[in-house]
């Protein structure tokens, strides 16, 4: 499953969303980074850099969380396409004739990660990507050796009852498949992370009406499940749903992926014919020495 794309996700679908317009964070979004933000505190070491991945969906406000955290931290924010890089511009930089801008470090809009950074956070966009391993790997070349990453995303309880009234209703699914936290750690290390840390809970929204519902979703995401409903869905549809909506419980359970792990120091690989530099025989000795000395003690 590792080495695999996610089968029910629709790739043009996914790319579609990947260019659609944020206009501002999701509010579950921003809950789920202020609660990832708290799991900084197990940390102790503070970056001196870090890079926001796609904070126009993962929270705007977050960001200004981290920013608190780690005043001194020069940070580079990526977003993939011009329209979110300029709404990230005008909502995270401070005008350049502010003297506010000169009192503390103005992050980068970037749209690749060209130097690496220290700590990689990436809020609630893992599980829309059409392919989540290469992106691991790119989270992974941006960070330094012993750099960090942070994320979060959804999991497979995400949406069960309205999986269940779809069902009930025989309609398609109402979105495609979410990934086990397990095979997101074992991902991780398929991707060069060391030392992985997986944790989720659950977390339930409840809602007035049904129209409240349907708007929360949309500024959540899109179904990208290729069995998705092909065609257009009239009125009579709609009315369906909101039926379906208001005889069940107005309420909606996501559940949220939590992950940690850490860009380990490349092994030293030797073979036959391998041909190793003197520094590079130097490290592989110190780290032996080191690392009998704490068998030893």
């Not at 990832?36 to 960001?63: C, F, N, T």
């Not at 049904?210 to 500024?219: A, F, I, N, T, V």
């Not at 092909?230 to 009315?239: A, E, P």
């Not at 850490?262 to 000795?285: C, D, H, N, W, Y």
Request: charged share 20%; with cysteine.
């Amino acid at each position: 499953m590792a080495e695999k794309k996610p089968p029910t996700i629709d790739s043009p679908a996914a790319r579609r969303w990947q260019r659609m317009p944020m206009p501002e964070s999701p509010w579950l979004h921003e809950e789920v980074a202020r609660r990832m933000q708290d799991r900084l505190d197990y940390i102790k070491s503070e970056p001196a850099s870090w890079v926001h991945w796609m904070p126009g969906l993962g929270g705007m406000d977050a960001h200004s969380l981290l920013v608190q955290r780690y005043p001194k931290a020069t940070c580079t924010v990526l977003e993939t396409t011009s329209a979110r890089s300029l709404s990230a511009q005008n909502k995270l930089t401070v005008p350049w004739w502010s003297p506010q801008r000169w009192l503390k470090p103005q992050p980068q809009i970037v749209s690749q990660i060209d130097r690496p950074t220290q700590m990689l956070w990436c809020n609630m966009a893992l599980h829309m990507s059409e392919d989540p391993q290469a992106l691991m790997s790119q989270w992974q070349q941006a960070l330094e050796v012993d750099g960090f990453l942070m994320f979060s995303c959804l999991g497979p309880d995400t949406l069960k009852e309205l999986r269940g009234i779809y069902q009930t209703l025989n309609w398609p699914m109402p979105n495609h498949e979410f990934t086990d936290m397990h095979d997101w750690g074992d991902m991780l290390v398929a991707a060069g992370f060391a030392e992985p840390v997986m944790d989720m809970e659950h977390i339930t929204l409840t809602f007035e009406t049904p129209e409240r519902l349907l708007k929360e979703l949309r500024g959540l995401g899109r179904n990208l499940h290729v069995g998705r409903f092909g065609g257009l869905r009239g009125r009579r549809w709609y009315g369906q749903l909101l039926q379906a909506l208001g005889n069940a419980p107005l309420q909606l359970t996501f559940e949220v992926v939590y992950g940690h792990a850490f860009k380990p120091a490349p092994r030293l690989a030797v073979t036959a014919q391998s041909e190793i530099s003197l520094e590079g025989m130097r490290q592989a000795l110190v780290r032996g020495k080191m690392a009998q000395s704490i068998q030893h003690n």
